[in-house]
């Protein structure tokens, strides 16, 4: 898989041209087969990063559960065996006698639900993979912060309606459901913290904003300036890195981000725009401007997030850790292109609603506000 600066973005001219790009997550007789097959158990398994580990896992010719409480997807993965419990209530019942070589927490955001399943799987499992965020981290204002980074922390840790302000509890909680992961499997927990997860499956639009939007075509807003960074990394290979993870016994924490180098947001958008037939024309308009109009990063203007002040560093953690343990990217030409795929595939209802991004009609007027200004 290609991780270098070059690879990562050059597949989007051969995508462009109409060459074929392969995906690299391939089928499963194209993907080799581990040294060793495990057991490998999955709690959730059917939201996003799952089903594309499952496929992952079952194509390196593993054996792979999935726990969950049987409600999204139920009807995915037939061929694999189902363990049904309530992580909210603490029913892990199902789980009782058996043993696996890992185990890859997804879903969880609660410390609770990590004590819980460790409690329940005492001695039954060798290692812990625990799906964590850069969430995690009590600031965002140094570039290339690594691992070892001050945590995020709350007077509340015990606190579990978090829905309505999960900004404000999401990393903190996450940070203390890591430690309950080391806790119980002290030498034994892999703790990944991703960015931006993106590609196909991802319902939150907070990339497939882009290809959709620039697939539509005509003139473009895009934030800020060319040259600002920007981090995220496809599902596809969070999911493999994960299950590596557990064939090589790979242990610590680990920042999974991406590319290997600096991506800016001209390159993004660029990228993407080069798996498809459009007229879009990009129109930057400057981080201060669309502050004064309201235009939020992140939410708004998806991926981007200026850098400066507090946010000099969002976009730009330090990866070299998970990269010397074998964390790799596909070409940006396929995320972009099976995301737009994904999208398409959608009703058309839910594609005329995109849970990210600016709406026609805001996006209309602050360009043409921005124009005036220029003149």
Same mark, same amino acid.
């Given at each position: 898989?290609?991780?270098?600066?070059? /690879?990562?973005?050059?597949? *989007?001219?051969? /995508?462009?041209?109409?060459?074929?790009?392969?995906?690299?997550?391939?089928?499963?007789?194209?993907?080799?087969?581990?040294?060793?097959?495990?057991?490998?158990?999955?709690?959730?398994?059917?939201?996003? #990063?799952?089903?594309?580990?499952?496929? %992952?896992?079952?194509?390196?010719?593993?054996?792979?559960?999935?726990?969950?409480?049987?409600?999204?997807?139920?009807?995915?993965?037939?061929?694999?065996?189902?363990?049904?419990?309530?992580?909210?209530?603490?029913?892990?019942? *199902?789980?009782?006698?058996?043993?696996?070589?890992?185990? #890859?927490?997804?879903?969880?955001?609660?410390?609770?639900?990590?004590?819980?399943?460790?409690?329940?799987?005492?001695?039954?499992?060798?290692?812990?993979?625990?799906?964590?965020? #850069?969430?995690?981290?009590?600031?965002?204002?140094?570039?290339?912060?690594?691992?070892?980074?001050?945590?995020?922390?709350?007077?509340?840790?015990?606190?579990? $309606?978090?829905?309505?302000?999960?900004?404000? %509890?999401?990393?903190?909680?996450?940070?203390?459901s890591e430690g309950e992961?080391?806790?119980?499997?002290?030498?034994?927990?892999?703790?990944?913290?991703?960015?931006?997860?993106?590609?196909?499956? $991802?319902?939150?639009?907070?990339?497939?904003?882009?290809?959709?939007?620039?697939?539509?075509?005509?003139?473009?807003? /895009?934030?800020? $300036?060319?040259? $600002?960074?920007?981090?995220?990394?496809?599902?596809?290979?969070?999911?493999?890195?994960? #299950?590596?993870?557990?064939?090589?016994?790979?242990?610590?924490?680990?920042?999974?981000?991406?590319?290997q180098s600096t991506l800016?947001?001209?390159?993004?958008?660029?990228?993407?725009?080069?798996?498809?037939?459009?007229?879009?024309?990009?129109?930057?308009?400057?981080?201060?401007?669309?502050?004064?109009?309201?235009?939020?990063?992140?939410?708004?203007?998806?991926?981007?997030?200026?850098?400066?002040?507090?946010?000099?560093?969002?976009?730009?953690?330090?990866?070299?850790?998970?990269?010397?343990?074998?964390?790799?990217?596909?070409?940006?030409?396929?995320?972009?292109?099976?995301?737009?795929?994904? %999208?398409?595939?959608?009703?058309?209802?839910?594609?005329?609603?995109?849970?990210?991004?600016?709406?026609?009609?805001?996006?209309?007027?602050?360009?043409?506000?921005?124009?005036?200004?220029?003149?």
């Open positions: 898989m290609p991780t270098s600066r070059r /690879a990562f973005l050059g597949a *989007s001219a051969a /995508a462009a041209l109409g060459l074929n790009v392969q995906c690299v997550t391939g089928s499963a007789s194209t993907t080799p087969k581990a040294a060793k097959s495990m057991r490998i158990l999955i709690l959730g398994g059917t939201g996003f #990063i799952g089903p594309h580990q499952v496929r %992952y896992a079952l194509a390196r010719g593993h054996q792979v559960t999935l726990f969950n409480r049987g409600k999204t997807s139920p009807g995915l993965f037939p061929e694999v065996e189902q363990l049904h419990g309530d992580r909210a209530v603490g029913d892990y019942r *199902s789980l009782g006698g058996r043993e696996w070589d890992a185990v #890859i927490d997804n879903p969880t955001t609660l410390p609770r639900w990590v004590s819980q399943a460790a409690e329940a799987l005492a001695g039954r499992v060798r290692q812990y993979v625990f799906i964590s965020t #850069i969430s995690v981290y009590a600031k965002n204002d140094a570039p290339n912060a690594d691992e070892t980074a001050e945590l995020a922390v709350t007077d509340e840790p015990q606190r579990e $309606d978090i829905a309505k302000e999960i900004g404000k %509890y999401y990393g903190p909680l996450k940070a203390l992961a080391q806790k119980a499997f002290p030498g034994r927990a892999t703790i990944l913290r991703p960015g931006l997860i993106v590609g196909p499956g $991802d319902l939150s639009d907070r990339f497939t904003y882009w290809p959709a939007r620039l697939a539509k075509g005509g003139e473009v807003l /895009a934030p800020g $300036d060319p040259t $600002d960074p920007v981090q995220l990394i496809d599902a596809r290979d969070l999911a493999e890195f994960s #299950i590596r993870a557990c064939e090589n016994e790979i242990t610590g924490v680990y920042n999974c981000t991406g590319p800016t947001m001209s390159e993004l958008l660029g990228g993407v725009r080069a798996v498809m037939s459009t007229d879009a024309a990009l129109t930057w308009v400057g981080a201060n401007f669309l502050e004064e109009r309201g235009a939020r990063p992140w939410v708004d203007l998806p991926v981007w997030v200026p850098p400066r002040g507090r946010s000099a560093g969002f976009a730009r953690r330090d990866i070299r850790r998970a990269l010397t343990k074998g964390l790799s990217f596909r070409p940006l030409a396929v995320t972009a292109k099976d995301t737009l795929d994904f %999208y398409r595939s959608q009703p058309e209802e839910r594609q005329s609603k995109l849970r990210a991004g600016l709406a026609p009609e805001a996006e209309k007027n602050i360009l043409a506000a921005w124009h005036a200004r220029q003149k």
